[in-house]
C-alpha cells in the first residue's frame, strides 16, 4: 500500500512550497496523487475479489467502508483489505478505528 507515503510526500510538499521550492512541491505532489490512485484501483481489485463485501456494487461497498466506522469487524476483511479500506477513509478526512 502506498498511502502511508502518499501522505508523507504530501508532509514534505508542503515544506517545500513553504520554503519556495514550488517546482518541486508540485511535482511531490503529482507522485503522491500517483500512488493514491495505485491504492484506490488495488481496493477496487481488492472488493471485487471479496465479492463488494456481499452487497450488489462497488459503490455499496465504497460507501459502506465510509459509512460504517467498523466496517473491518463487521465483513472480516483480510488485512491487506483493512489497510486500503483505512487510506480510502482517512483520504475522505474520516477516522480509523
Known amino acids: 500500500m502506498f498511502s502511508k507515503l502518499a501522505y508523507k510526500l504530501d508532509e514534505i510538499s508542503a515544506s517545500l512550497e513553504e520554503r519556495g521550492f514550488k517546482k518541486e512541491a508540485e511535482e511531490l505532489d503529482v507522485l503522491a496523487n500517483t500512488l493514491e490512485k495505485l491504492d484506490m484501483d488495488r481496493l477496487r481489485e481488492k472488493l471485487k475479489e471479496e465479492g463488494y463485501l456481499g452487497l450488489d456494487t462497488m459503490g455499496e461497498a465504497l460507501g459502506e467502508i465510509l459509512k460504517d466506522k467498523d466496517w473491518k469487524k463487521r465483513w472480516d476483511v483480510d488485512e491487506e483489505l483493512a ?12 477516522p480509523i478505528v
Do not use: F, M, N, Q
Not at 83 to 94: F, I, M, N, P
Open 83 to 94: 489497510g486500503l479500506g483505512d487510506a480510502y477513509r482517512k483520504s475522505k478526512g474520516l
